[in-house]
């Protein structure tokens, strides 16, 4: 069972991931790339920090898209560039739980001030961001 929260107000979802930090990545990136989505980075927050000599509980975020989805946004607004490609924030919090946070698509359509029906070139992320926090 997925635990979700929309945090309605800054338009991101955070839901509650039943694997650690890098299983929820990992998951996410391969269907990801089964799908023919790209993957445009991965960044490991908490491996950076060590190697600054600091300590953070595991945060890793995976940069994707899809050129054909993200493009007719762009093109309606320059400024939805701000927020893609899209992206995926995993961590683990004080009791150990792990996260997986996104923005909602919704929220983006309104933030740039796009025509709603652009919100299904993202929508069908949504499920693969599920999907990678279930078991």
Known sequence: MVSSIADADRGMIRIQSEHSV???IDRLE???KQRGILVFARVDFSADAARAGLT???EQLLIFGNPKAGTPLLQAAASAGLDLPFKALAWEDAQG???LAYNDPQ???HRHGLASNLSAHLAPLVPLLEAAAQR
């Open 22 to 24: 890098g299983v929820t």
């Open 30 to 32: 391969s269907q990801l």
């Open 56 to 58: 953070l509980r595991p």
């Open 97 to 99: 739980r792990t996260w």
């Open 107 to 109: 929220y983006l359509v």
